[in-house]
C-alpha cells in the first residue's frame, strides 16, 4: 500500500536543485490538519549557501502558518534510506520536536524512526 508522504517526498526529490553534489533529497512533512509541504535541497555555487530539503519543508509550512506537524519523509538515493543532517536535527527539534521520521529509498526500502532517537540530547530554548 503506498504511502502519500513518501510519494510526495520521492516526487519532490525529482525538484531537487544538485548540480555540484549530484546527491537529491526530498522531503515531505504532514500536518494534523492534513495538509503536506514538501521541499528539495537546493545548491547553489556558493557551496554554503545550500539549503536542504528537511529545512525547505519546514521553512515552507511554518511561513504559511502551519506547525502542527506530524511526520516527516526523507527520500534519498541510498541503499540504506539516509538520515537528516545534523542542522536538519536541529531545526527539526525547533519546529517539530520528537517527530517521526521516514526515511526512504528509490527501491521504496524504508526505516522510521523518532527524532530523539537521532538527536538525543538537542540544545533548545529550555535552556535559555
Ligand atoms: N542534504 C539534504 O538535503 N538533507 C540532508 O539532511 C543532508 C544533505 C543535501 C545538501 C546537499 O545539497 C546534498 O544533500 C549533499 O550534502
Not at 15 to 25: D, E, L, T
Request: net charge negative.
Amino acid at each position: 500500500m503506498s504511502d502519500p508522504l513518501i510519494e510526495a517526498a520521492l516526487a519532490a526529490r525529482e525538484h531537487a536543485h544538485a548540480p555540484f553534489s549530484r546527491f537529491k533529497v526530498g522531503a515531505a512533512i504532514a500536518t494534523e490538519s492534513g495538509l503536506i509541504f514538501t521541499g528539495c535541497n537546493i545548491e547553489n555555487a556558493t557551496f554554503g549557501l545550500t539549503i536542504c530539503a528537511e529545512r525547505v519543508a519546514v521553512f515552507k509550512a511554518v511561513s504559511e502558518g502551519s506547525r502542527d506537524f506530524l511526520r516527516i519523509a526523507i527520500a534519498t538515493d541510498c541503499e540504506t534510506p539516509a538520515p537528516p543532517c545534523g542542522a536538519c536535527r536541529q531545526i527539526l527539534w525547533e519546529f517539530c520536536g520528537d517527530i517521526e521520521l521516514v526515511l526512504v529509498n528509490l527501491q521504496g526500502r524504508f526505516e522510521t524512526a523518532c527524532l530523539r532517537d537521532i538527536f538525543p540530547r538537542p540544545f533548545d530554548a529550555s535552556l535559555l
